[in-house]
């Protein structure tokens, strides 16, 4: 599966801002976008003053190099960006090159499908020594390395194996509960969406669903076309991080994300707002059409931290003692 992703994403061709603003889910792609800023500002944030320059990033996932800008922002020292889409790859590094007073970081261009392949062999093709990241990035992606066991570990192994501790693996994934929800509330039938999306779930016992290789597809106005994707079972990918020496630090729907509760009224309103606006994504009451909100609500937000030798430590003592 993860090479039909390939080819999907191969064909997709980069357009200009005017052409983007006449796209159905333009105001969409905006808020996509501010989502993604805020998971990665967030972890930014959190490295101290390491986020705000001279900080290591692995963007899994890179496609086209749409994050680039917002990686400029943060002043790192070094981004590896890697996709399984070798055209997508060389527009990442097109775009880097063309913009070498903004992007002043070192960088690297993977191409690599990483639910296969380990990254470590990559690193050594690309004279990239003792690599070890503060940040690893994993936007609308994880989901392809679910289709088996197998996938799912190697993609995880690569997200992770070296990110320092102390340090942040996040990112936006498929919001799993939300689907299944959508899908066992039909009356009949395996699709559910409106005139922007669909989802269409190919599990044929609706009362039981793999832990792996749970399929739907999925279609996106302009952007997707009924492309196979997997669920990700929230719960298994933290026991499997776990394994890995990580803690969840955020798991949160898209929906709930963007809003925080304002401290002097106690209303609940969206996180920078002058962020929300300038990504032409709101109307006038303030949030998407309807239509491109139930989008949004498919989708979910993560982070987990991986522990410290100590720490870890410290939690195998834990273990023992309640065995005990």
């Known amino acids: 599966m993860p090479?039909?992703?390939?080819?999907h994403y191969?064909?997709?061709k980069q357009v200009s801002m005017d052409k983007r603003h006449e796209s159905r889910i333009f105001n969409?792609?905006?808020?996509?976008?501010?989502?993604?800023?805020?998971?990665?500002?967030?972890?930014?944030a959190r490295?101290?003053?390491?986020?705000?320059?001279g900080a290591k990033i692995l963007d899994l996932g890179c496609?086209?190099?749409?994050d680039l800008r917002k990686w400029g922002l943060a002043k790192p020292a070094h981004v590896v960006c890697v996709d399984i889409a070798d055209v997508s790859v060389e527009q990442c590094r097109s775009r880097y090159r063309e913009r070498p007073n903004e992007l002043t970081f070192k960088a690297n261009f993977i191409v690599a499908d990483c639910t296969r392949v380990d990254l470590d062999e990559k690193y050594v093709e690309e004279n990239i020594p003792d690599i070890e990241f503060d940040l690893v990035s994993c936007q609308f992606a994880l989901h392809y390395g679910f289709e088996s066991q197998a996938q799912a570990k190697r993609m995880i192994k690569n997200a992770v194996s070296h990110l320092k501790p102390g340090c942040f693996f996040?990112?936006?994934?498929?919001?799993?509960?939300?689907?299944?929800k959508k899908y066992l509330s039909l009356s009949e039938g395996s699709r559910f969406g409106n005139d922007v999306y669909y989802v269409d779930f190919q599990e044929e016992n609706r009362n039981l669903f793999p832990l792996f290789g749970a399929k739907y597809v999925f279609y996106l106005h302009g952007a997707v076309e009924e492309l196979p994707e997997f669920l990700i079972h929230f719960p298994l990918l933290k026991s499997m991080l776990e394994d890995e020496g990580c803690e969840c630090v955020l798991a949160e729907p898209f929906t709930d994300f963007v809003y925080k509760t304002d401290p002097k009224t106690g209303e609940r309103v969206?996180?920078?707002?002058?962020v929300v606006s300038r990504t032409r994504g709101l109307n006038d009451q303030g949030t998407l059409p309807r239509s491109e909100w139930e989008?949004?609500?498919?989708?979910?937000a993560f982070g987990f931290r991986k522990l410290t030798e100590a720490e870890r430590e410290e939690r195998r003592d834990k273990k023992r003692r309640k065995l005990e």
Do not use: H, W
Request: net charge positive; glycine share 12%.
């Open 10 to 12: 191969n064909q997709l």
């Open 63 to 66: 496609g086209k190099g749409g």
């Open 3 to 7: 090479e039909l992703a390939r080819q």
């Open 170 to 180: 996040t990112g936006t994934i498929p919001n799993s509960n939300y689907l299944v």
């Open 28 to 44: 969409l792609r905006g808020f996509n976008n501010y989502v993604k800023s805020l998971t990665m500002n967030d972890f930014l």
């Open 47 to 53: 490295l101290g003053p390491l986020g705000k320059r």
């Open 295 to 300: 989008v949004v609500a498919c989708y979910m």
């Open 270 to 274: 969206m996180k920078e707002v002058e």
